[in-house]
């Protein structure tokens, strides 16, 4: 069987989880704690990054999460989530890395100033003016009525950039401006695999002390 390492509060193992779910696929999930046991040889030995997600399958190990969700879309074609025409294609591919380059360090900036950790106003400014071009993006490649991106089925636009964009109103930006992207999110989070992922609100304020820590070696 599949084994996924991850944590709850990661947005990066979130987009594998939601994947494996809509894709109804069996799997073992491994919980880790990332308060250290992400330097364990074991896991080094899985990733040499210390990084979650990490897929294992049989004698398989796959990390970066993007190299995943490929895997498992080869593998596990059933239920496609990737389209085929080529503009279509490309789009997935704009969304999902604008998501997983512009989006975190900006985050890092804002959780640094929401959790009391030295950052510069000027570092900030340019995160929130990051946050407001990827949101005007998404909202550009959205319709008043669309549910995904991409015509009238879910692909993996929607689960990375919908799995990053359900985070940043932790981060104090609020979606209310971008009505189509508040709208396609509304939509997504009634998805019964956003609800089984979604960190609880208990272990988002226990997660703060860790992230504080991490982040002032940042
Ligand atoms: N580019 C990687 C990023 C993975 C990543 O940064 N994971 C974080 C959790 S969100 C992690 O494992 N941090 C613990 C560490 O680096 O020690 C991916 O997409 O999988």
Redesign the pocket.
């Known amino acids: 069987m599949l084994k996924f390492y991850y944590?709850r509060l990661?947005?990066?193992?979130r987009r594998v989880w939601v994947t494996l779910l809509e894709k109804n696929l069996e799997f073992e999930p491994i919980l880790m704690k990332?308060n250290g046991d992400?330097f364990q040889p074991d896991f080094l030995q899985l990733n040499p990054f210390?990084?979650?997600?990490v897929l294992v399958d049989e004698d398989f190990s796959i990390?970066?999460?993007?190299a995943i969700l490929d895997y498992l879309e080869a593998k596990y074609p059933e239920t496609s989530l990737m389209p085929t025409d080529a503009r279509d294609i490309a789009k997935v591919r704009m969304l999902e890395l604008v998501t997983?380059n512009e989006l975190p360090p900006a985050s890092i900036a804002l959780m640094k100033q929401m959790l009391d950790v030295d950052v510069a106003d000027k570092q900030v400014d340019a995160a929130k003016q990051t946050m407001a071009t990827a949101l005007q993006y998404f909202e550009a490649n959205l319709t008043a009525n669309s549910e995904y991106f991409i015509g009238d089925r879910l692909t993996y636009a929607d689960i990375v950039a919908g799995t990053a964009v359900a985070s940043i109103p932790l981060l104090g930006i609020s979606l209310e401006p971008y009505l189509r992207v508040s709208k396609w999110l509304d939509n997504l989070q009634q998805r019964a695999s956003w609800r089984q992922t979604a960190p609880a609100a208990e272990d988002i304020e226990k997660s703060k002390t860790v992230m504080k820590a991490i982040l002032q070696k940042r």
Do not use: C, G, K, T
């Open positions: 944590s990661s947005v990066n193992a990332l992400q210390h990084h979650i997600p990390f970066e999460s993007l997983v």
